[in-house]
């Protein structure tokens, strides 16, 4: 599934907001998620239509989509050179599909600053220069390989002016997401797994008056902002309570929330259901994708045999009370391997075994 790796520098409220995460008190109420492992929490993206969709089905319980969280361990200055926890660091990384990096702006003087001081633009330059010349090494290692592999076949000459291109990028200190590589360029490196080529979230671990502001853009992007002690007190008190705490704060739904929706905008990814007496589901799928491949996050097998999918938009399904509604009212689609699936869209897939 969707995964994500916290970073940033040590005392930013990494552990406070990945802790709130993982023993939340109203998520584990209501949603029947495994802990996997101690270092990863899985957050479920709130969405009203699921419980809509479940109520026309009367549906037994409702499982929303998820975005797993990564803890990843201390990065500091150096860390690519192998300082502290270093190489473990950046080994856990690698294999997560998006960086959310949280920046400190609190200012708890009781808190120690490892800069000495609050510095939000200055602390993430110093994790991006960490992630730059980790990146640099990588493409260093592999530029020999891929010489030679452009000499004995053509089609690797790409590749290999791809990752010069990148290393230039990457030595005058720009991020290979930044590099405007082609979809193609992209394509011809993704087997390096850079970790600047990674979409990157921002989360401004602010104070708690600062949570209703508007923050600077972090380059170029607009940080989430989330104050990871009020999220450690959220997590402590169930969905009524957590409800009204929230409204006395003028907020609308916590952090965890805004951050876990964030991610899925940054991704491009888009919820479609299914929907029946058992339950009512939202699955993750990324825009653009088509039915067999939507199929396909249910089970494989379903993408396999993919026959056709049954299909009702998330209005129609509401306006005509259900499947069987839709289908007298003539609004239920039969939809071929082609089909392109949009936001909201309720299927019920036909398959061979
Ligand atoms: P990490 O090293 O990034 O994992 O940081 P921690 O989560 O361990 O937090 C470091 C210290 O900062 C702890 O003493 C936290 O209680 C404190 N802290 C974390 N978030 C906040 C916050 O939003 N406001 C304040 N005042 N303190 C915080």
Request: with cysteine; net charge negative.
């Amino acid at each position: 599934s969707l995964s994500i790796g916290i970073v940033g520098l040590p005392n930013v409220g990494k552990s406070t907001l990945f802790n709130a995460l993982t023993n939340n008190k109203a998520l584990a109420a209501n949603y029947p998620f495994a802990t996997i492992e101690p270092n990863v929490g899985i957050v479920p993206i709130p969405d009203a239509r699921l419980h809509t969709l479940a109520a026309i089905d009367n549906a037994q319980r409702t499982i929303p989509a998820t975005v797993e969280f990564v803890d990843i361990a201390g990065l500091v200055a150096g860390a690519s050179q192998g300082e502290g926890l270093g190489n473990q660091f950046l080994a856990n990384i690698r294999e997560t599909d998006a960086i959310c990096e949280v920046v400190r702006y609190f200012s708890d003087p009781d808190v120690v600053h490892v800069a000495g001081k609050v510095n939000p633009s200055s602390d993430v330059d110093t994790i991006h220069t960490e992630l730059q010349l980790a990146d640099l090494a990588t493409v260093e290692k592999a530029l020999p390989r891929l010489e030679k592999e452009a000499k004995r076949e053509k089609a690797k000459a790409e590749t290999l002016a791809t990752a010069k291109l990148v290393y230039k990028a990457l030595s005058d200190g720009i991020s290979a997401r930044d590099a405007n590589l082609t979809l193609e360029q992209q394509a011809h490196i993704a087997d390096l797994h850079l970790l600047t080529m990674k979409p990157i979230l921002y989360v401004a671990n602010v104070d708690e008056d600062q949570l209703t502001s508007t923050l600077a853009p972090i380059h170029g992007s607009q940080p989430v902002l989330v104050s990871a002690k009020i999220e450690q007190d959220l997590a402590g008190l169930d969905a009524s309570e957590a409800q009204l705490f929230l409204e006395e704060l003028g907020l609308q739904e916590s952090g965890l929330a805004r951050l876990a929706r964030s991610a899925y905008a940054l991704l491009g990814l888009q919820s479609y259901f299914t929907s029946g007496e058992k339950e009512t589901r939202a699955w993750t799928i990324p825009i653009g994708a088509k039915a067999p491949q939507a199929a396909g996050v249910i089970h494989s097998d379903f993408e396999r045999g993919f026959i056709k999918a049954e299909t009702a938009s998330y209005d129609d399904y509401v306006a005509y009370q259900g499947e069987a509604g839709c289908r007298a009212a003539g609004r239920l689609r039969q939809e071929g391997k082609d089909y392109v699936v949009c936001d909201g869209d309720v299927m019920h897939f036909k398959f061979n075994v």
